[in-house]
């Protein structure tokens, strides 16, 4: 849609401010629903951004019940005294439609060549913009994440280390992964070309990862991924945050789903590394096809290796399966990486680096 021109009949207002028929360089795009307690510190983050050109902020509002919609146009002439665009969009329907749908709907009503994704609950530091802006200059089909960091501090810290400390190559090998996107949903900035190639984010609605959906295909599309070594978010952590909605098997099923499409298909036979909870359940949710393929778990723990065998007793085969279980240094790649990272003082990262494998070669971590 034309900046300035009045949309269809899904929103009830429109305005905006300065240079509405110049196309922006940059529109942060701000999904709100029900924000008003956090709503004043983001959008003054905006208005900080130290850009070199043409900002715009183009928030919808998600059927608000709070004073979100107040607080926003209580900004709109600070914004406009800065050379800041904006525009506000507030949804007629009755009930939210969700995250996907409300970005999707700033996006449509901005004009910007690049869109930098804002989470009405978090705060951008001064250089986010030209930061990530500069990047995507030299990479303009890349999804450009940044580093950040929690609020209140010290939330999530394992998710927070790891999601900040990818090399360039675990940015895409470690996609399959319970933490979700190697770069984090609330830092990212893309082109507008690459969004509409990708076709946008899921409006299937609450419970849904639109964010790993919108992910998956953007790598389908050969995009790259790319993260800006700086902080440049407060990535704010509270419980009524979108991931606690987002159930945990909604997940495994889209990461399964795409590994066994992805990966599996090119092996013959693997091993899974942990012979526990995480490793059975992983085996128990492969397809048939892929099940046959498994032959062996591996541990360090003593007292599943004497065990010898995991018989998988749901089975409807007679006999049942029986998987051996042996110990990780006699593991034959490929190995499917069943255990979660830094939770055992290095021993694990210490035992995986004794085999001199490759990632994404010799082995996947699905953990």
Request: contains cysteine; charged residues 25%; glycine residues 6%.
């Amino acid at each position: 849609m034309t900046a300035g021109v009045w949309p269809k009949s899904s929103h009830v207002y429109f305005y905006a401010t300065l240079l509405v028929n110049k196309m922006s360089d940059v529109s942060i795009i701000l999904p709100v629903h029900n924000a008003g307690k956090w709503l004043n510190e983001c959008v003054e983050s905006v208005f900080q951004q130290n850009f070199k050109g043409i900002l715009e902020l183009s928030a919808y509002d998600d059927c608000s019940q709070d004073n979100s919609v107040a607080i926003l146009e209580d900004w709109k002439d600070k914004l406009k005294k800065k050379n800041i665009k904006f525009s506000l969009f507030k949804g007629i329907s009755k009930t939210p439609k969700g995250v996907g749908y409300a970005r999707n709907r700033a996006v449509e009503n901005s004009s910007g060549r690049f869109l930098c994704f804002l989470d009405a609950d978090d705060v951008m530091e001064k250089e986010r913009v030209q930061a990530q802006y500069n990047a995507a200059q030299e990479n303009p089909d890349a999804l450009i994440g940044s580093g950040f960091h929690r609020d209140p501090p010290g939330s999530t810290q394992r998710y927070t280390l790891w999601a900040n400390t990818r090399t360039e190559e675990q940015l895409v090998n470690q996609i399959y992964t319970s933490h979700g996107p190697t770069v984090a949903m609330p830092t990212w900035l893309c082109s507008r070309k690459q969004f509409d190639k990708v076709g946008g984010f899921s409006e299937k609605g609450k419970g849904t990862p639109e964010d790993l959906i919108f992910f998956y295909k953007h790598l389908d599309l050969n995009g790259q991924v790319i993260r800006v070594d700086a902080d440049l978010m407060m990535y704010r952590y509270h419980p009524e945050c979108t991931t606690f909605s987002i159930a945990e098997n909604t997940i495994w099923d889209l990461r399964l789903e795409r590994f066994e499409d992805k990966v599996l298909t090119h092996w013959s036979n693997f091993t899974i590394w942990n012979a526990g909870k995480q490793g059975r359940k992983f085996y128990r949710s492969l397809t048939p096809e892929n099940k046959k393929k498994v032959i062996a778990f591996c541990d360090v723990d003593v007292k599943k290796i004497q065990k010898g065998v995991y018989i998988y007793e749901e089975s409807k085969e007679i006999p049942k399966p029986r998987i051996p279980i042996t110990h990780f240094s006699q593991a034959k790649a490929p190995i499917v990486l069943c255990v979660k990272m830094a939770l055992t003082g290095g021993s694990f990262e210490e035992n995986l680096a004794s085999l001199n494998l490759k990632e994404n070669i010799d082995y996947h971590f699905f953990s």
